[in-house]
């Protein structure tokens, strides 16, 4: 009834291409930026911002990242950790050596960086594919971490081997380091991911998103139609991990505050990955809600049998988490494996006629 | 760090000291050995089904925990090995029903992360079963060495090598010479052929997952009863990766040999390169080992050839 899209006749070619063509989409767009931007630092806690939305925004960050490379361009990739950590690495690097230098232009710079690395490990791409693909990738994720941990210049020499976030201001508000408030940190965050988001949704829709769905779908077919493999999945490495870049440098100096190699590990790439296939496989906005899916699932895992008043022991407790959460994957796997982008879909398929059947 | 030291030095060493490497080589034959058993588990499974079972490390650990946890509780060894094999039968038979089956015809990609979910799963259920303590496996072969010819060899290590050889050949056996077998291998070559024989595909993956568990269960003994049965076990999963794209996902002699080439290899360049760069490169340089082969043969030395048509 509310969720009626006839009469809304598009009499231009910017409106009918628009990202949002249904007003009640935009409006409803409109209407969470605004929330997020205002409402969210006005009400949210300390606790929710920093157990639940920043890592929300962070981890959407990267997931959209790795979601260009395998959802888009089809290239699995199993080494979102360690560019993430070269992103994390390199940011501390600069702004230490620099620190009169914008932070936010410093975290443009190390996705610059990642995005470089990235390229390099994204060569044998062109050579290799699927689940071999995926292996070499892994081959980034060991050396990179490995390097990180060996190479004392990386840390400044730091005898603990852990990076610290300075603090630095942005436009006069402190907005890393300890002394940051969790509201600016939110803010920071909120305002790369939707920059970015936008960056990313217009470039999958535009000339390069489609070759790279193309070399995707059938990459013989689409080298046969004039899309260079080598331009296209290069491409595809790079922006990935100049996202991922971004989001792993905002991990250390918006949220975990210092870090070491053990939080880019292995773990880290599968998360994201399991963020993508959840959310949806070539879908922007299934990013955010894979991310939501793996934040909020840990932490409602941890406070369920409190709240129904079961006392557990902490492993049996932890290994029950465990369990859930795998059983939790595999289940959404069987459910829609399209992920919840799919549902969301299907959800405004059904609000377009609810509450008439016909 | 100078040209001498990375590219004349090391040759010198072994050159001067070759029974010292001889060694190293031997140490990296039985580490190449314990990788393949973990890759078979893989390509066992992958050539049935065409699932990469990330899941592996995962059945690894918890065979062994399910050894470890009924010989704790007085159970012969046989007996506890018998009663494993079934235990890890009833787990490919649930996982047919449960994950695989209604997942038949997906992406492989959805099957891979459904088996990821599949291994966290497993490690939580093995240590919430049996425990999370480090455990002891004794099965009564002493962790010493003796002399061979001036060189020292490790008798559980040589053990490991001798039964995993055995392994191979009775898996050789299997898919060779019986009936189970040669249906293993036509739904191999193509499911839909094998499908039209009367082949049950759903029997086929019970019994791959099946054989998978067993291998799983042996190795796990293997490594077990070298490093203690601990969470850690279910790590090695990675370390079979490597050995799968040099050997191939599909080819069971290339995961021997895939698994003897990066265990050589890592070895060699641990001792004679790693201190050149700080050490503890075990955990990337067998990546860096398989890369150049796939590089030039990117279905792996083994592999079926890939051919791809429009």
């Given at each position: 009834m509310l969720y009626r899209v006839a009469?809304?006749?598009?009499?231009?070619y910017a409106s009918d291409q628009a990202?949002?063509?249904i007003a009640q989409d935009r409006w409803f767009a409109l209407l969470g930026l605004v929330a997020a931007f205002v409402g969210v630092p006005l009400v949210a806690n300390e606790y929710w911002l920093q157990a639940i939305l920043i890592p929300f925004l962070i981890y959407s960050l990267a997931a959209i990242g790795l979601n260009i490379l395998t959802g888009y361009a089809g290239q699995l990739s199993l080494g979102t950790g360690a560019f993430m950590a070269v992103g994390a690495y390199s940011a501390f690097k600069m702004t230490t050596a620099a620190p009169q230098l914008n932070i936010i232009i410093v975290f443009m710079l190390s996705g610059l960086v990642a995005a470089g690395v990235g390229l390099l490990f994204g060569l044998p791409s062109l050579r290799i594919k699927g689940f071999y693909l995926a292996v070499a990738t892994l081959a980034a994720q060991f050396f990179l971490t490995w390097l990180f941990n060996k190479v004392p210049w990386f840390v400044n020499y730091a005898s603990s081997g852990t990076i610290t976030a300075p603090p630095r201001t942005f436009f006069g508000a402190m907005?890393?380091?300890?002394?940051?408030?969790a509201q600016a940190r939110y803010l920071v965050a909120l305002a790369l991911v939707v920059a970015f988001a936008l960056a990313a949704k217009n470039l999958v829709r535009g000339h390069v998103g489609r070759s790279w769905m193309a070399i995707r779908d059938r990459d013989i077919a689409a080298e046969i139609i004039g899309i260079r493999p080598l331009k296209t999945k290069l491409l595809a490495f790079g922006i990935s991990s100049f996202y991922c870049g971004v989001a792993g440098a905002e991990l250390v100096f918006?949220?975990?505050g210092s870090a070491e190699t053990l939080a880019f590990d292995i773990s880290l790439s599968f998360l994201v990955l399991f963020m993508v296939i959840i959310g949806g496989l070539g879908s922007i906005l299934g990013s955010f809600l894979g991310a939501a899916f793996i934040v909020i699932t840990p932490i409602l895992l941890t406070n369920v049998p409190q709240f129904i008043g079961l006392q557990l022991r902490v492993d049996l407790q932890k290994h029950i988490e465990l369990m859930v959460f795998g059983g939790l994957i595999i289940l959404f796997l069987i459910v829609e494996p399209h992920g919840l982008a799919r549902l969301w879909q299907i959800t405004k398929q059904k609000l377009r006629l609810w509450p008439f059947p016909y | 760090m100078t040209f001498w030291q990375v590219f004349v030095a090391p040759f010198v060493d072994m050159a001067t000291n070759p029974r010292f490497f001889v060694e190293v080589v031997l140490g990296g034959i039985f580490a190449g050995v314990m990788y393949s058993l973990v890759a078979l588990g893989f390509v066992l499974i992958f050539k049935a089904?065409?699932?990469?079972?990330?899941?592996q490390g995962a059945m690894v650990l918890f065979a062994a925990l399910t050894l470890v946890g009924f010989m704790e509780r007085k159970v012969p060894g046989l007996v506890a090995f018998a009663l494993t094999v079934a235990v890890m039968a009833i787990l490919a038979f649930a996982i047919e029903r449960i994950v695989l089956r209604p997942l038949v015809n997906q992406e492989q990609i959805i099957l891979f992360m459904a088996t990821i979910g599949l291994s966290y799963f497993l490690d939580g259920f093995g240590e919430m079963l049996w425990g999370a303590d480090v455990k002891r496996l004794d099965?009564?072969?002493?962790?010493s060495s003796f002399q061979v010819a001036g060189v020292l060899v490790n008798e559980l290590e040589l053990t490991a090598a001798i039964v995993a050889g055995a392994l191979v050949g009775v898996l050789a056996v299997l898919f060779q010479r019986t009936r189970i077998g040669r249906a293993l291998r036509a739904v191999a070559d193509d499911h839909q052929a094998a499908l039209s024989l009367g082949i049950s595909l759903r029997s086929i993956w019970i019994v791959v997952w099946t054989v998978a568990g067993i291998v799983a269960i042996v190795a796990g003994v293997m490594w077990g009863s070298k490093s203690g049965v601990q969470f850690s076990l279910s790590l090695i999963a990675l370390k079979a990766l490597p050995v799968l794209i040099l050997g191939g996902f599909t080819s069971v002699p290339g995961a021997i040999v895939g698994g003897l080439i990066i265990g050589v290899g890592e070895k060699v360049a641990e001792v004679y390169w790693g201190p050149l760069v700080g050490g503890a490169i075990e955990n990337w340089f067998a990546y860096a080992l398989a890369l150049p082969f796939v590089l030039f043969r990117p279905q792996g030395l083994f592999g079926e050839k890939i051919i791809e048509r429009v």
């Open positions: 009469g809304q006749f598009k009499t231009t990202i949002f063509p907005v890393t380091g300890p002394g940051a408030t918006l949220y975990l | 089904s065409g699932v990469f079972n990330f899941a099965i009564g072969i002493p962790d």
